[in-house]
């Protein structure tokens, strides 16, 4: 039911640390408490677990964002979302 | 009245500034090459303003309000936002007498943009530009689209408002040389467990469509169908705006490269307007 809630958090905590953004602290003061998240997303925000973000439904741009924010490189994180990824049996009509 | 005397269309992966040299030498050569000889071309030409069509990531808007289109308006608009991105952060100059006469324009035939009076610009429109521009004093209209949240807008309206662009640009008065570009894709994957791969056969198709001017089976592309060339292929929207823009002038791709360590098929296409 909060999503949105975790879409926001993980929003602001990634724009608190970009140009322009750095009064209040930054992300090393970064609060969590004014965000209605429920246990589990809290619990992903806070020990900054890729794979749960992911698996609640966190926007890919987003996630993108947040693990290069977070120190994660590219190839980390697929090595820890490669296990939710599912064969497509759909075809494109580019392809032969 | 105003003309479109360049036309071109580039990928944006934020790796070419940020691990230029991370490409293969080949690769990073054939692409930058490209993009040296537009800037050659833009130079020649007499480019006196630039509108650089490109995809919204979060930067100005978010879930609270996400408009298909945002036209940049003001008088200056910053950037880039990424502070990882070796680009200078800077005002760019806009133009608002284009800008706003491009908002006008497209409203008047149909379409609801949005329009900000200052917007941020991040890598999708900074790394192309810095290309085109490396002193970016050159004035741009940024023209934002929303190519990553759904509902998104359908890819033939995505062309048929680069059409009312193209119609907007040539109809605004005074005799300013204008570079309408797109600046996206092509393939690829971000924020999923197929982060890192490249559909070069849809690359390779699209382009080929574009310079057959064979788009019918583009525009009708249902999103679940571009998904399966990545999530970041969405971003075709910005190119197939540009090719409405200059309709029925079919581009000539100057460069493409699948380079993997910048998670992109990376292309440059050109369209031939009159010099």
Redesign the interface.
């Known amino acids: 039911m909060s999503l949105?809630q975790l879409?926001?958090c993980v929003?602001d905590w990634v724009r608190v640390?970009?140009?322009?953004s750095a009064a209040g602290g930054g992300r090393a003061a970064f609060d969590t408490a004014g965000y209605q998240l429920t246990d589990e997303e809290r619990a992903a925000f806070e020990s900054q677990d890729v794979a749960a973000m992911?698996r609640l439904g966190?926007?890919?741009?987003?996630?993108?964002?947040y693990?290069?924010a977070a120190g994660y490189a590219?190839?980390d994180?697929?090595k820890i979302?490669?296990?939710?990824?599912v064969p497509?049996q759909?075809?494109?009509?580019?392809?032969? | 009245m105003a003309e479109i005397v360049l036309a071109y269309c580039s990928s944006h992966a934020p790796m070419m500034s940020s691990a230029r040299m991370a490409a293969p030498e080949e690769q990073r050569n054939n692409f930058f090459a490209a993009l040296d000889q537009l800037r050659d071309e833009a130079a020649a030409r007499g480019v006196q303003v630039c509108v650089v069509l490109s995809n919204e990531h979060f930067t100005n808007f978010f879930l609270e309000n996400f408009p298909q289109i945002c036209i940049g308006v003001g008088e200056r608009n910053w950037g880039p936002t990424e502070e990882w991105l070796p680009i200078e952060k800077v005002w760019i100059p806009g133009h608002p007498g284009l800008a706003t006469h491009i908002a006008e324009h497209t409203l008047a035939s149909g379409f609801d943009p949005a329009f900000s009076h200052q917007l941020e610009l991040d890598h999708g429109i900074m790394t192309v530009y810095h290309e085109l521009d490396p002193r970016m004093t050159l004035p741009l209209v940024p023209i934002v689209q929303n190519c990553a949240v759904p509902p998104l807008m359908p890819v033939r309206r995505a062309y048929e408002f680069g059409r009312a662009v193209g119609d907007a640009i040539r109809s605004y008065p005074g005799q300013t040389r204008v570079a309408v570009i797109g600046a996206g894709g092509l393939s690829h994957w971000i924020g999923t467990p197929r982060v890192g791969d490249i559909d070069e056969e849809f690359d390779r198709w699209f382009l080929g469509r574009l310079e057959r001017g064979e788009l019918e089976q583009v525009l009708d592309m249902p999103d679940s169908e571009i998904e399966l060339a990545g999530n970041g292929s969405h971003e075709i929207r910005s190119w197939v705006a540009v090719a409405g823009a200059v309709e029925p002038v079919r581009a000539h791709t100057l460069a493409y490269e699948p380079i993997h360590p910048w998670i992109t098929g990376m292309a440059v296409a050109h369209w031939e307007t009159p010099r």
Do not use: A, I, K, S
């Not at chain 1, 966190?58 to 964002?65: A, Q």
């Not at chain 1, 979302?81 to 990824?85: D, K, R």
């Not at chain 1, 759909?90 to 032969?96: E, H, I, K, L, P």
């Open positions: 949105y879409h926001r929003y640390g970009e140009v322009g992911y966190l926007h890919p741009v987003l996630l993108n964002r693990c290069r590219r190839d994180y697929r979302l490669e296990p939710f990824g497509q759909r075809r494109g009509r580019w392809q032969r």
